[in-house]
């Protein structure tokens, strides 16, 4: 009997063994009360038999079949003449499964979803179709949240970035409270407004949920989150490399020649020889690059930029700008192919000429000409120059070579030649003693190069320090400084600061972070991932809630 589940308070008949394991019970008592009256009635009117599934006993499924009595109901004002006796501890009326078996099946629910859940419930001998289940996980009861104190709020995608709900968690314990589909102003200040409770809230920079606290929680204390303050210290000090490009890259000597690689190739006839090793890694770097210059003129074009002012910022043309836009996607440079030549017919006698050591070209022009070659004497001489091999262009000869001033810059890429501000930015806000030692050389060069980027240093360096160690109190001397630097991406930081003042200080003094939040939102990504179309929000929201507390305890202590 012990491979079976829990069975007291039942008489069992029989136990039949095959592939299943069906068990006939019927209930120990003799009488049953009336689920009208409660009376206790022993008349027996006749039975039928429930057949009910139970959890799987050793990997098969088990199914009970309960001899169910009717009775008459004994009380004679009862309205009831004859009901049926009830198992309260094994199964509702009207359901098929056991209480336990329903139990197991929303916990395959809330961790799986229904078509996952109900895969591995068949797997492991647990019927219940994916409705079943679903219908099960959203029956189930959350616990209501008592007056919560500390909470998180943040958005999250509910329709592809076309539409945002919210999610708010409570940070004492990092659990999720509440989810609902939009993030509008009414909605979320109503929330807050049934919850006077709430002393703090952490936030994100937008002035969306600003004004919604300020409105149904004006008690609380708003925090706004260090990782977005962070988030825009960084767009700013990009921005500010960005535009300080061709002032480091100028510095450096290095020839930035931003716009050559944009230009058709000249109708000269010369012909290039094939790329050398150096001039690959000058075209990577360019590259590099060019593609950093391209991303900064979508980022400022997303920002609303007009096309002069990203021009001037990132150094390049303004017609190159709205070409880039209109292109809709980066521009890689064209391979440039040679173009045909009169000469091209004449190639495989030419070469043999060249192999058998020949050199002298007026020769060659003569015996061209008498073949019939109708082009002209120079586009003869471009064509040998590029049978030479790169190795030995100073061998003799009076033919004419690419112009020079060139090759400095394609041989040995000097230092920041791929000089990306993406990347500077990287280094600009780490831990100087974090970077290793070809970074920490590539950032004092940047720092050498421009005095805007020394000086955009030194506020970064002096902000991230307010971040991590929490030391909020400085962040008035940290604006008067910017007030006094030349920088104008700084100051415009500065201004978001100015304008959100209390929250960012306080986002930078106390431990609250919307961190815990935002785990909760990725969870909830995940689980809306796994929910394909059945994600309607009413199971969303019940699988989010539902979270498991153990996992993510340590967060706020870590902070603190
Ligand atoms: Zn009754």
């Not at 890259?249 to 000269?268: D, F, G, I, N, Y």
């Amino acid at each position: 009997m012990t491979i079976l589940p829990d069975l007291s308070d039942l008489v069992v008949e029989q136990v039949c063994v095959t592939n299943d394991v069906t068990v006939t019970v019927h209930a120990a008592s003799p009488t049953a009360s009336c689920p009208c009256c409660g009376i206790t009635s022993k008349r027996v009117h006749s039975h039928y038999t429930r057949t009910l599934r139970d959890l799987p006993a050793s990997g098969r499924p088990v199914h009970l079949n309960v001899r169910v009595r009717r009775f008459f109901c004994q009380e004679s004002t009862c309205r009831r003449k004859i009901f049926a006796e009830r198992f309260p501890a094994l199964t509702l009326p009207r359901v098929k499964f056991t209480l336990r078996l329903q139990e197991a099946l929303r916990e395959m629910g809330f961790e799986s979803g229904g078509e996952a859940g109900a895969r591995l419930g068949k797997r492991l001998s647990y019927p219940g179709s994916p409705d079943t289940i679903l219908r099960l996980v959203k029956q189930t009861q959350l616990p209501t949240v008592s007056s919560p104190r500390v909470v998180g709020i943040d958005d999250w995608s509910w329709k592809r970035g076309l539409r945002y709900g919210t999610l708010i968690c409570n940070l004492e314990n990092n659990r999720p409270i509440d989810l609902w589909p939009d993030r509008a102003v009414e909605t979320v200040s109503a929330w807050f407004e049934k919850r006077p409770s709430v002393e703090i809230v952490s936030r994100d920079r937008s002035s969306e949920y600003a004004a919604a606290i300020s409105k149904g929680a004006p008690q609380a204390l708003q925090v706004a989150d260090v990782w977005h303050i962070g988030k825009n210290l960084v767009d700013s000090v990009q921005t500010l490399l960005a535009r300080c490009r061709a002032e480091i890259r100028r510095t450096l000597q290095v020839q930035a020649m931003p716009e050559q690689e944009e230009m058709e190739p000249e109708p000269e006839e010369e012909k290039r020889p094939a790329r050398s090793r150096g001039q690959e890694q000058a075209r990577l770097a360019r590259r590099a690059q060019k593609l950093d210059r391209y991303e900064q003129v979508i980022e400022l074009h997303d920002q609303g930029l007009i096309t002069a002012d990203i021009a001037s910022r990132i150094g390049i043309s303004g017609r190159t700008v709205q070409r880039w836009l209109r292109n809709g996607s980066f521009p890689e440079a064209r391979r440039r192919r040679r173009r045909p030549s009169l000469i091209d017919p004449y190639e495989h006698y030419v070469l043999q000429w060249w192999q058998q050591g020949n050199r002298n070209g007026l020769q060659l022009y003569r015996e061209l000409r008498a073949q019939g070659y109708r082009g002209s004497s120079k586009a003869m001489y471009n064509y040998l120059a590029r049978l030479r091999t790169p190795q030995s262009p100073s061998s003799s000869e009076s033919v004419s070579l690419k112009p020079p001033g060139r090759k400095s810059v394609l041989t040995s890429p000097a230092p920041l030649e791929n000089f990306s501000a993406r990347r500077a930015t990287w280094l600009f806000v780490r831990q100087l003693d974090k970077l290793d030692e070809t970074e920490q050389k590539e950032l004092a060069l940047i720092r050498q190069a421009s005095p805007s980027a020394e000086a955009a240093y030194r506020l970064t360096q002096a902000f991230m320090h307010m971040i991590r160690e929490r030391t909020g109190q400085q962040l008035d001397t940290w604006l008067s400084l910017v007030e006094k630097s030349m920088l104008p991406e700084f100051k415009s930081f500065a201004k978001g600061i100015q304008q959100d003042k209390a929250a960012v200080l306080a986002g930078l003094t106390l431990p609250w972070s919307n961190g815990p939040v935002e785990g909760h939102v990725n969870r909830l990504k995940l689980i809306k991932r796994s929910m394909y179309g059945r994600a309607k929000l009413h199971l969303l929201r019940q699988r989010v809630l539902r979270s498991s507390p153990k996992k993510r305890k340590s967060t706020t202590a870590r902070i603190a």
